[in-house]
């Protein structure tokens, strides 16, 4: 790989924006939180679409067309719901490091098959239709996934397979003898028609007809898959499926089966016996329910945690998402320091949830036991001033991807400026808010805002990536993605806000099929300059600052295709953002002093990137936080390597694209003059499934990644 330099010339028009970029002049930069994660994410948004569709099949019936020509010397066999025939999955499942093979059934089919004794060549296959909806696995949350986010089954509930062409079928119709056949025809799953060959054998008697069909698919040919669910499951991309049929003789003349649907009951939960309520049920309760809840939990949507029958019906899901640590979502690892509001598990708590799960997840309580919330796991925010929009906003379905900017003024009476003591962003319409990133903009560029506020007749103005602003020392002070709870400063500490400055709030919205008002609001816990000159107090201004370090991972030797040239990807995120985006790459390698070739190599599909860095800011360390893309793997920001002061500060073994927390360590660091951090960075490329394989680069899109680090310190006094 070739490391094209980009002459100085070419990059200083862009040099004051990169310098913005990479915080130079985000003197007071404080909840770094997210910064960039929004223009990175323009994330599946079908992640989330599941979190608004009801739970269960809403189909669970099926009927097929029947066939009526049938002559003397052919035989009719049915295919009836909720006989012994059955359609079942199987794919390959990567869960929390772990592979297995998972797989769900559905007996709810139906179809017309008929057999000419004569000339068995004449012999036919009606529409075999397969209700998707009643799959059902070993995982009912694996169902629901499969449901509402892959399958989209409540919306298709269908599948249809039309057969074109039959091989291997014997001149002679005989009873009892099986037959090879290969089936070829038209498969209609979700959206996509595609052929499919089945592979198998088949045998009659005078009353039935048996058969065992299996083929091959690919998941990403149907759009279904691979399924990638929040970096815990991935799947492969072949999918297999086994048809076992058994179609009952039906009479020439017997009447055609009711149209309307036959409906099979879904099978309903049970829950045993079990030592439920002083192991597992006080864990629950402080660790889980305040975010499963439905009365508002976060988590709730997914999957909602409100009595103990609740939890029995996915023991074995919670044992898992326990012992994966996926769940309750904390992604830092205990080589890390301590960290305020720790609300991990601690090893024998998620033993004692899996002992419980392994003994049968019964319950020695009533199923309808209600579970109560413990103690807030958060710090709450006061709401000194909660900031509504001017006016709702409503974008447009032409835009599926809008960032919008809109302008905030905090009340500042006495007009000497306000203090932040904390920042909060509360989504409204949250099924189309992605992201937010806050801006605080100076009175200077006031006049910048004016003009573009409203003046394409909506509120607020489009500003991909960053704030549009051209004004100096525009700098983000917070930012909101899904899980994200509020910045709290400790006391005597906050983030000035000069008399006239503006806060700009950019949110990410994704509509899908419909554009709802949103009305999103800013919470701040404010005290004015007034108010603290009055007090005899003083306030220290939060110090922050982001550091970059090179993202480059070239395709495995298996993956080809023209994007697998590091050039062609340069251009290709020219075309797309434009502006300084291509010379990102390159920057940011020259920032730590190297060239692609130090940092492209693969390790099976694993990339790996590390850069150490000066600190630029001194005083008490306050937070710290990593930011990958959903490549990510691991992360890891040490202070002093390689030194006897070395301290691991971040330690994320499992990076979750969904929890990009930051981190508030509960013991005292001192970043002096001359410390310096290194940050490292793994990917794994077959975390996402890529259409067409790329070479990855840093940058803003999902197909783009980066090792983005943000750390803020209180200076002393
Ligand atoms: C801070 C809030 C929060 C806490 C605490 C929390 N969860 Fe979750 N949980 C979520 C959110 C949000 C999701 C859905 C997003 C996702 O999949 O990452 C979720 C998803 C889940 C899922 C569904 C996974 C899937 O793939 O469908 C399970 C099961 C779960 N949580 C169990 C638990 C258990 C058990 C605990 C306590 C030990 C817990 N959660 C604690 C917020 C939380």
């Known amino acids: 790989m070739r490391c094209r330099r980009v002459p100085y010339a070419a990059i200083s028009p862009i040099l004051d924006v990169m310098k913005a970029f990479v915080g130079l002049k985000w003197v007071r930069v404080g909840a770094f939180a997210l910064v960039l994660i929004g223009v990175a994410a323009l994330v599946t948004k079908d992640q989330w679409d599941w979190f608004f569709e009801p739970d269960d099949a809403q189909t669970t019936g099926v009927s097929a067309p029947t066939i009526d020509d049938v002559g003397d010397s052919e035989r009719l066999y049915r295919i009836s719901p909720g006989a012994d025939s059955s359609v079942t999955y199987t794919v390959q499942e990567r869960l929390a490091g772990t592979s297995k093979s998972a ?89 996509t028609t595609a052929p499919v060959t089945f592979t198998g054998q088949a045998t009659m008697d005078e009353d039935k007809l048996s058969a065992t069909m ?44 009711d149209e309307s649907e036959l409906a099979v009951a879904p099978s309903l939960p049970e829950h045993g016996e079990g030592n439920f309520s002083e192991g597992v049920q006080p864990i629950l309760e402080a660790r889980c329910v305040s975010c499963h809840t439905t009365v508002d939990g976060p988590g709730s949507s997914t ?117 932040l003591k904390g920042i909060a962003f509360e989504p409204d319409a949250t099924e189309i808010v992605h992201h937010s990133i806050i801006y605080r903009v100076p009175e200077s560029g006031r006049a910048e805002v004016e003009r573009l506020d409203g003046a394409d007749g909506s509120p607020g103005w489009t500003c991909f990536g960053l704030s549009n602003l051209q004004s100096p020392g525009v700098g983000s002070i917070g930012g909101w993605a899904p899980g994200q709870q509020p910045t709290v400063y400790p006391d005597g500490v906050g ?92 920057f940011v390698l020259g920032r730590c002093g190297g060239t692609v070739d130090d940092y492209d190599d693969l390790d099976g599909s694993v990339f790996y990137s590390a850069c150490e860095l000066p600190a630029g800011d001194f005083g008490k360390l306050r937070s710290v936080l990593g930011h990958m893309h959903e490549f990510g793997k691991a992360y890891r920001m040490t202070l002093n390597p390689g030194t006897p002061d070395e301290r691991i500060l971040l330690d994320i073994p499992t990076w979750s694209f969904e929890w990009q927390l930051y981190y508030v360590p509960t013991e005292d660091i001192t970043i002096k003059p001359g410390d310096s951090y290194l940050f490292e960075c793994w990917w794994d490329r077959s975390l996402v499934y890529m259409e067409e394989p790329r070479y990855i680069t840093w940058n803003e899109g999902t197909v783009d990644e980066m090792c983005f680090s943000g750390v803020s310190v209180v200076p002393e006094k």
């Not at 991935?234 to 003349?253: C, G, K, P, W, Y």
């Not at 419909?514 to 004015?528: A, K, Q, Y």
């Open 303 to 419: 999957w909602a945690l409100d009595t103990a029958g609740d939890a029995a019906e996915i023991a074995e899901d919670i044992a898992l998402v326990t012992q994966s640590r996926y769940m309750p979502p904390w992604p830092a690892s205990d080589m890390s320091l301590k960290f305020e509001h720790d609300y991990s598990l601690t090893g024998e708590q998620v033993t004692t949830i899996a002992q419980w799960a392994e003994s049968g997840g019964g319950l020695d309580v009533p199923p309808d036991t209600k579970l109560e919330a413990g103690d807030d796991l958060f710090e709450p925010i006061q709401r000194d001033q909660v900031v509504p929009p001017a006016d709702p906003y409503i974008g447009s379905l032409d835009r599926p991807d809008d960032y919008r900017c809109q302008v905030h003024e905090i009340a500042d009476p006495e007009g000497n400026g306000t203090w």
């Open 495 to 586: 983030l000035y806000l000069a008399p006239g400055d503006l806060i700009v709030n950019q949110i990410h919205y994704h509509y899908d099929d419909s554009t709802p008002p949103d009305s999103s609001e800013l919470v701040f816990d404010t005290i004015s300059e007034a108010e603290i000159s009055a007090s005899g107090e003083t306030m220290r201004s939060i110090r922050g600052r982001s550091y970059l370090t090179p993202a480059e991972g070239p395709c495995t030797p298996e993956e080809v295709g023209p994007l697998c040239d590091r050039d062609a990807v340069l251009d290709d995120i020219d075309q797309k953002y434009g502006g300084v985006a291509r010379y990102i790459p390159n």
């Open 214 to 257: 299996s083929t091959t698919l690919l998941m990403s040919e149907f759009d279904i898959g691979p399924i990638n669910i929040a970096g815990l499951v991935h799947t492969s991309n072949e999918i297999e499926m086994d048809f076992v049929l058994e179609a009952d003789r039906v009479a020439l003349d017997s009447a055609a089966p």
């Open 103 to 191: 797989s769900g059934t559905t007996d709810v089919l139906a179809g017309d098959i008929v057999v000419n004794l004569e000339d068995p060549s004449l012999s036919r296959v009606g529409t075999i239709v397969v209700n998707v909806e009643m799959f059902e696995s070993d995982s009912r949350l694996r169902d629901k996934r499969i449901r509402h986010d892959f399958l989209e089954s409540t919306h298709f509930p269908f599948a249809t397979f039309e057969m074109t062409e039959v091989e291997g079928l014997p001149d002679a119709a005989t009873d009892g003898r099986p037959s090879a056949l290969t089936i070829t025809g038209d498969l209609t799953l979700k959206e």
